[in-house]
């Protein structure tokens, strides 16, 4: 019986069950290899086929040609069957896959499962080929440099073996690119996608400069497309439409290659009407309520300024549920309860509710404040019980109410308030009783006592061990002097060391490295503490620059100055008497039998120097 049988065929999978035969084998038994192929090619309805060589195939890479409709492709492949004995490991490393309109083939081959070989990239080839034919794609038909990639791949392989999965195309079509409809594209809406349905009501979208707001994509023909298998992809018409807008100079338009870009030349919100587009600033309301404005979120830093005027008795101009965040927040009226309102800067010319919440990044003034407000200068005429926050806090006239600041100035001061600050307080005139100012050290998220109460116990259990340690050290090292003396003798004789000899040694090591390791970490946590305790003391000493000053020198009853030191912990106050004309109150250290000790200073005069931060503006 014949070992190969050699066939000229265009389709080989249609011979193997004659090939079957001939060879007496099974047909799953049946494999072959492509020797050669010839390609001929015609256009239209010549019956005249033009036959190409394999090295002229690139013909078929230039578009013109290939894309032409009438064009018409024909292979015959020089076939020779064998019977194929054991699995084919190749084969099984490769696998061919195409994209929805065949205009791109792409294959996959797993080097994990390929050695390299002198024939390898053979291998691969007759491979590829023969999984082409099965799916009636044709041979070199542009393929372009996919056989150089196959050569660079297989020669990487040969030197530093792959040890995973490649891609690689093997031939490209050519891609339908769509008709294009003009339509325009609404890019700053694109912002809010996230946004709940509160927060988007207001329809104001903040924008930054040189931001994309809209493209309008303009009408454009699309070009067809071929597939692999010679199909043409036909393109349909754009579809008929006319969009009309127009933008402000605040928008620049970009051309681009099919569409216009509008790009914003300032910050601000994107203002639309009637088609019209614009980049505002200012957005002016008589009243805001929750049903129609919802939460407004146009950033800290837009540029956006918010106007709300509404000056009534009777109705907020701010009501409930409401919430804004802009770059400059103007309120004429007063603002509810529930509301939260977030500005760069704040102006609010009315009353705020006990349940309102304010945030300033930059400055806020506020003309009567109850509830709450954090910000970096907060400028307040009335305090009514309300809740301050800040850096800088300078108040007209106190009711009551609680401020937490770095600095706080109250031209009256009258009942019941309670101010703690870090740097210094001022007081213009005492006209009320039960007011309390504490001074404390304005980092509070470390417990320094904690930390270093717990540095010094372990600090003490490391010394310990390093004391019985080193006890164990020096009490064995004569008899481990003698063992090593023993140890180099019985080596000169070549006579065989004891094993209790060599367990010692190792023993009186691994308690040596122990004594040193403690003693590492012992200096480690020295060194932690003595950090800790200059960063403990740098803050005490910023509390005994914080001074309390009464202008006025006269002092009303159940008044109190209060700091609150680290070290010792304890607190120094100082209670007022309607009797005393102190000015000044602060702390002061002073020795004593070589020892340091802090202590309250109390005088009738002050240094205008403390008071230069006031200068900069007046409540």
């Known amino acids: 019986m014949p070992k190969t049988v050699t066939i000229n065929t265009q389709n080989p999978y249609k011979d193997i069950f004659n090939v079957a035969k001939k060879l007496d084998i099974k047909v799953e038994e049946v494999d072959f290899n492509v020797l050669s192929f010839d390609t001929h090619y015609r256009f239209g309805t010549t019956p005249q086929w ?147 349905l509160d927060e988007k009501l207001s329809g104001i979208i903040a924008v930054n400069e040189n931001e994309t707001i809209l493209r309008h994509i303009q009408q454009k023909d699309g070009s067809p497309g071929k597939s692999l298998n010679l199909h043409f992809l036909k393109v349909a018409k754009p579809a008929e439409s006319k969009t009309n807008f127009s933008c402000s100079e605040n928008l620049k338009p970009i051309q681009n290659d099919g569409y216009v870009d509008y790009v914003s030349q300032k910050k601000g919100y994107v203002a639309e009407n009637a088609n019209s587009f614009d980049i505002a600033n200012t957005i002016d309301f008589g009243s805001v309520d929750f049903k129609t404005v919802g939460i407004i979120k146009a950033g800290l830093d837009k540029n956006v300024k918010i106007n709300i005027r509404l ?65 970096d200068i907060v400028n307040i005429d009335l305090l009514e019980n309300g809740t301050i926050k800040a850096r800088i806090v300078k108040i007209k006239k106190s009711l009551g109410g609680n401020i937490i ?56 259990k490391l010394n310990k061990r390093c004391l019985i340690l080193k006890q164990n050290l020096l009490a064995n090292k004569s008899n481990i002097i003698t063992i090593q003396k023993k140890m180099q003798e019985l080596q000169t004789f070549k006579q065989e060391i004891p094993i209790q000899y060599k367990k010692i040694l190792r023993d009186y090591q691994l308690l040596k490295k122990d004594f040193i390791k403690t003693q590492s970490d012992e200096k480690a946590l020295l060194e932690e503490k003595n950090k ?88």
């Open 50 to 196: 033009e036959e190409i060589s394999e090295k002229d195939l690139a013909f078929f890479e230039k578009d013109e040609v290939f894309l032409k409709e009438d064009l018409h492709i024909q292979q015959n492949y020089k076939i020779e069957f064998f019977q194929r004995k054991g699995i084919d490991e190749v084969s099984n490393a490769i696998r061919l896959s195409a994209n929805k309109n065949i205009t791109r083939i792409v294959v996959q081959i797993d080097f994990t499962k390929l050695k390299y070989h002198d024939n390898l990239i053979l291998d691969l080839i007759q491979t590829i080929y023969k999984k082409l034919i099965k799916l009636k794609f044709f041979l070199g038909i542009r393929f372009f440099d996919f056989k150089q990639n196959l050569f660079n791949t297989v020669a990487k392989h040969q030197h530093t073996p792959i040890n995973e999965k490649i891609q690689l195309i093997v031939a490209r079509g050519i891609d339908l690119v769509p008709s294009q409809s003009e339509r325009l594209i609404l890019f700053y809406k694109e912002k809010v996608q996230d946004y709940t």
């Open 405 to 460: 600041a770095d600095k706080i100035y109250i031209d009256t001061l009258t009942h019941n308030n309670f101010c703690t600050f870090f740097e210094n307080a001022v007081v213009e005139k005492f006209e009320g009783e039960n007011n309390k100012f504490h001074a404390k050290i304005k980092t509070q998220e470390k417990n320094y006592e904690q930390i270093l109460t717990k540095l010094h116990d372990e600090i003490l």
């Open 311 to 375: 000056l009534s008795d009777m109705q907020d101009a701010v009501n409930s549920g409401v919430g804004i965040e802009c770059e400059e927040l103007n309120v004429a009226g007063s603002v509810a309860g529930n509301t939260n309102l977030r500005a760069s800067k704040l102006n609010i010319d009315g009353t705020t509710h006990t349940k309102a919440k304010l945030y300033a990044k930059n400055e806020a003034y506020i003309k009567t404040h109850r509830g709450y407000i954090e910000g």
């Open 532 to 619: 800790f305790y200059d960063e403990f003391k740098s803050l005490q000493d910023e509390l005994v620059k914080a001074t309390f000053i009464n202008k006025s020198g006269k002092w009303s009853e159940m008044c109190e100055i209060r700091f609150s030191l680290l070290e010792p912990k304890e607190d120094i106050f100082y209670a007022s008497s309607a009797n005393e004309n102190f000015k000044y109150i602060g702390l002061k250290k002073q020795e004593m039998d070589n020892q340091e000790f802090i202590v309250l200073e109390k005088s009738v005069e002050y240094e205008e120097e403390v008071l230069s931060w006031l200068s900069q503006s007046k409540a």
